[in-house]
């Protein structure tokens, strides 16, 4: 059964600081994706990645895939207020199914 | 833009009561999904459909079920509703495999 976990899973950060959130998954699969939540709203998509290596960037947000290590990385840099959300990684495990992480709540005080 | 709507954001139903989730996507995904959200337990999810009438179990499908006449709707069914279904339900659909998912806003439902 493929198992996705992020961590930390709560994660409190000053503005201006940088961090990284980890998603580690169980089973081989090159495909995951990134998704950030708004209290009271639903999920929006932020990056996909397709292949070993990918990086893929928007503003302060960078992620990576490592499938060989089974980890990705979603990279805050110079964080700000409006980062504030709560943010999921997907696997996608080759049979239609896309098996969420527990998500990542993120709080960045001003 | 893709638009997955939820005809109802917030329910409050009786146990024992059956009730219909209906979700409608506009861009002609082939696949659809039905998940659950609860606080520590991320995103579950209930089932999938691949294409019209076909559906698929997913990690907790029990007192669910689910309907896909046509290819732009999928609907979830609690054919009696428990508590412990009070729950966020997000509808999600995608074009094809090796493409992100897309939800929509949500229903939230109470059972008591």
């Known amino acids: 059964e493929l198992k996705v976990e992020q961590n930390p899973l709560f994660l409190s950060m000053q503005e201006g600081k940088n961090y990284t959130i980890y998603c580690n998954y169980s089973?081989?699969?090159?495909?995951l994706y990134w998704y950030r939540q708004d209290p009271g709203k639903s999920l929006e998509s932020l990056f996909v990645?397709?292949?070993?290596?990918a990086v893929k960037q928007e503003g302060r947000l960078m992620a990576s895939l490592d499938t060989k290590a089974r980890l990705s990385t979603l990279h805050i840099t110079a964080a700000v207020h409006d980062l504030s959300a709560t943010y999921f990684c997907?696997?996608?495990?080759?049979?239609?199914?896309?098996?969420f992480g527990t998500g990542t709540r993120l709080k960045v005080l001003a | 833009d893709v638009k997955v709507t939820q005809s109802s954001r917030y329910l409050v139903k009786r146990t024992g009561e059956k009730v219909f989730l209906e979700c409608v996507q506009d861009m002609d995904h082939e696949n659809m999904f039905w998940y659950r959200q609860d606080p520590g337990l991320g995103l579950r999810l209930i089932y999938f459909?691949?294409?019209?009438?076909?559906?698929e179990k997913g990690d907790i499908p029990e007192g669910y079920s689910v309907s896909r006449e046509k290819k732009e709707r999928f609907s979830l069914i609690l054919e009696s509703a428990s508590t412990n279904q009070t729950s966020m339900y997000l509808c999600?659909?995608?074009?094809?495999?090796?493409?992100?998912?897309?939800f929509g806003e949500g229903s939230w439902l109470t059972v008591v």
């Open positions: 997907a696997v996608d495990e080759g049979t239609y199914k896309y098996i």
């Open positions: 990645l397709l292949s070993n290596g």
């Open positions: 089973t081989t699969s090159d495909r």
């Open positions: 459909s691949y294409d019209v009438k076909m559906k």
């Open positions: 999600a659909s995608s074009p094809a495999r090796a493409r992100p998912i897309y």
